[in-house]
């Protein structure tokens, strides 16, 4: 199970990683972890799926590096975000929702660099806590009592930083929101792309595209997918878009930058 929410942290929080038992995954907001599960933690169930897409396979020129297993429910969404594989994403049932946008507009994400830090897992009181690496919840007894909670490790002198976007479209409604992050919400810029994926449908989302995704339940109250990943070719895409990336956050260091006017002429 992968669970954490840095909520209005100043860090990019690594999620606390813990085992459960199968059955108690149903009661999560989400369970995953982006490390082959589906071939890994869930190989009983690898009979139920496709083992890869021979069309993708043939195309990619090679077989799914990871293969992935996710469920969660409606409280569960991502941040804005790009992955170095060509992701063939599936639902099994519920929901996906997905907005979009290319590999040369990443600079609307608002990417920034953040401090790395830790989600921990501990209980209420004098109890020791747990690592916040991958451990077993039977350390903590009854594991879904109210006296267990996650709480941020202190990364204040952390020096390892990651990129990542502070856009949370789950509170997109929110003026204050709107107004700053005008590349991405302004009607200046052209709109995201919004894909539903339904239960049975199969998703290509291309290498270094920016994704930011939630989900919506069936009658059960669960939606479950599983994604395959494969390796992507790094050429000239991949050159462009850190090209231009790079050139648009080291413009907006600079006071006074033009930033905007580089941003116009790379995506003209």
């Not at 992968?2 to 459960?20: C, H, I, K, W, Y």
Request: proline content about 5%; charged content about 25%; aromatic content about 14%.
């Amino acid at each position: 199970m992968d669970e954490g929410d840095a909520g209005d942290s100043d860090a990019d929080v690594d999620a606390a990683r813990v085992l459960l038992p199968f059955p108690s995954l149903l009661f999560l907001p989400q369970a995953q972890q982006q490390n082959d599960s589906m071939r890994k933690e869930f190989a009983p169930l690898l009979s139920d799926v496709d083992a890869h897409f021979a069309w993708a396979t043939e195309a990619f020129e090679c077989m799914p590096e990871a293969v992935n297993f996710w469920m969660g429910d409606d409280r569960s969404s991502t941040s804005f975000h790009k992955d170095n594989y060509e992701n063939i994403y599936v639902v099994v049932t519920g929901t996906k929702h997905f907005v979009l946008l290319p590999p040369h507009e990443g600079h609307r994400c608002y990417m920034r660099k953040y401090p790395s830090s830790t989600c921990r897992l501990k209980r209420k009181g004098n109890a020791p806590s747990a690592s916040a690496n991958a451990h077993d919840l039977s350390n903590f007894g009854d594991w879904d009592g109210d006296d267990l909670f996650f709480e941020l490790e202190d990364h204040s002198d952390c020096d390892a930083e990651v990129s990542w976007s502070p856009l949370d479209l789950a509170r997109d409604r929110d003026a204050g929101e709107r107004a700053r992050y005008p590349r991405f919400y302004s009607d200046a810029w052209p709109k995201p792309l919004h894909v539903d994926v339904h239960a049975g449908d199969v998703l290509y989302l291309p290498a270094l595209y920016y994704h930011w995704v939630d989900q919506s339940v069936d009658a059960e109250g669960r939606c479950i997918a599983v994604n395959y990943w494969y390796d992507m070719k790094f050429g000239a895409n991949f050159a462009m878009h850190n090209f231009v990336n790079a050139a648009v956050y080291h413009e907006e260091q600079e006071e006074g930058g033009t930033h905007l006017h580089l941003e116009s002429e790379f995506t003209a």
